[in-house]
């Protein structure tokens, strides 16, 4: 059990550039969350992935953000258009999606975002 | 609409003293499980306890201890003889039952502060 991995840990970037985050699970968990904290918040859910199917999504999730799991193992959380309301902490997160119900969530350091 | 309200934002004591935590929920869901974890300043959620809505049996893990109260939708966390390596922002979280989607909606957390 090697944890959660997200790359890069921190991304400063210019208003309206695009930016990529990547997440790579524990390997045997098919459940992927995608959260993002502001400061002084606690997480909020962005979206939710089991294998390569992204299954819900949030309204905080507009139209400018896009999650991907390809393969069913990395995903990826794309912003186009930055915006300074777009600097935050983005957290993800893997279960094992199998056996018990509401298994803990096992999160990554995150990626802190800074939009100048 | 689920919501959880931690009303504490900052609590500080001494080593070796006792300290509760409040967590207060909301939900329409009969089922449900109600979290805590950690977040020390390295920023990755540290899952600790986890508990479903129909055993409201009260448990001891070590030096933490959780009261369960239904009937006043309160979940409250008690570290006994708290240490430094405490200090963390602590973050009660609830999810519904479903099987399926650990989606959890955090409060806002509370900043503890475990002096010397």
């Known amino acids: 059990d090697t944890g959660v991995s997200q790359n890069p840990r921190h991304k400063i970037t210019k208003r309206g550039q695009n930016v990529t985050f990547r997440c790579d699970p524990i390997s045997e968990h098919n459940r992927l969350y995608w959260y993002r904290q502001t400061l002084g918040q606690g997480p909020e859910f962005l979206t939710y992935f089991q294998n390569e199917a992204q299954l819900e999504k949030s309204r905080l999730l507009s139209d400018r953000f896009s999650a991907e799991r390809p393969k069913g193992s990395f995903s990826t959380l794309e912003i186009q258009r930055t915006e300074q309301g777009d600097s935050a902490m983005y957290l993800c997160?893997?279960?094992?999606?199998?056996?018990?119900?509401?298994?803990?969530?096992?999160f990554g350091n995150g990626t802190r975002l800074t939009v100048t | 609409a689920q919501k959880v309200t931690q009303a504490q934002t900052e609590i500080s004591v001494v080593e070796k003293e006792d300290v509760t935590l409040d967590c207060v929920y909301e939900t329409r869901d009969t089922t449900y499980y109600l979290f805590w974890y950690k977040q020390p300043p390295s920023g990755e959620l540290v899952f600790l306890i986890r508990?479903?809505?129909?055993?409201?049996q009260n448990e001891i893990s070590g030096r933490y201890s959780w009261n369960f109260q239904k009937s006043t939708s309160s979940f409250n966390f008690t570290i006994t003889a708290s240490q430094v390596v405490d200090s963390a922002v602590y973050f009660c979280?609830?999810?519904?039952?479903?099987?399926?989607?650990?989606?959890?909606?955090f409060g806002k957390g509370i900043t503890l502060s475990v002096r010397p």
């Open positions: 979280a609830l999810s519904s039952y479903t099987g399926a989607n650990s989606k959890l909606t």
């Open positions: 997160a893997s279960s094992p999606g199998r056996g018990e119900p509401n298994s803990p969530l096992h």
């Open positions: 508990r479903n809505s129909f055993d409201e």
